[in-house]
């Protein structure tokens, strides 16, 4: 069994939002592989899908971005999963317009949503998958721009980052961390 953690922000107000992304992708898995209705757990909303023989746990924290660690941690506990065995998605405005990138480790990059799990997990070997938002323009409100929603040009583009987005947590959960980060990375 895995955890796959799609960071975002509750309700409807924050839906399409740069802030998101890890929902959408989330919401995407749901629909390829008709999940049931995601229940309340954890500190947020919790369903699984199979995933050519493998079981992912998909969760929602609703605990607001900067906050995300007190749902996965509670439910890496209670699943009693390795670090190894979580990935989380997150938006990153430091990578272009829908650019992925895998990591097996490393900063929160200024994604505070990550900084926290980090925090909580104890850990910064988490496997992470990050989605490119772009940069906000010179001198923007950074808290601003991550929570606005994108540019009417900027979302077919986004549509396809994120169906393949979620090919790439198929491809994790079932080939491993290496192995995907050598197919998407680059």
């Known amino acids: 069994m895995k955890l796959v953690v799609g960071l975002g922000n509750p309700g409807k107000k ?3 939002t740069r ?4 929902f959408d992708v989330l919401e995407t898995l749901s629909r390829r592989y008709t999940a049931a209705q995601p229940k309340s757990k954890f500190n947020g909303q919790l369903t699984e899908v199979g995933v050519r023989g493998e079981k992912l746990m998909l969760l929602w924290p609703h605990t607001f971005m ?3 660690g007190n749902s ?3 439910a890496l506990d209670f699943y009693k999963l390795t670090l190894e065995d979580v990935l989380i998605v997150c938006d990153d405005f430091n990578l272009p317009l829908a650019k992925l990138r895998l990591k097996g480790k ?3 990059g200024g994604q505070n949503g990550l900084a926290d799990v980090i925090q909580k997990l104890g850990s910064d070997e988490v496997p992470r998958l990050r989605v490119g938002i772009g940069p906000p323009r010179e001198g923007a409100d950074i808290a601003g721009y991550v929570l606005s929603n994108f540019a ?3 979302k077919p583009e986004m549509d396809v980052c994120i169906e393949r987005a979620a090919s790439v947590v198929e491809d994790w959960a079932v080939h491993g961390l290496v192995h995907t980060m050598n197919q998407y990375n680059g």
């Open 14 to 16: 924050y839906d399409g």
């Open 66 to 68: 900067n906050k995300s």
């Open 72 to 74: 996965v941690r509670p």
């Open 106 to 108: 490393g900063s929160a």
């Open 19 to 22: 802030h998101n992304v890890g």
């Open 152 to 154: 009417k040009a900027e």
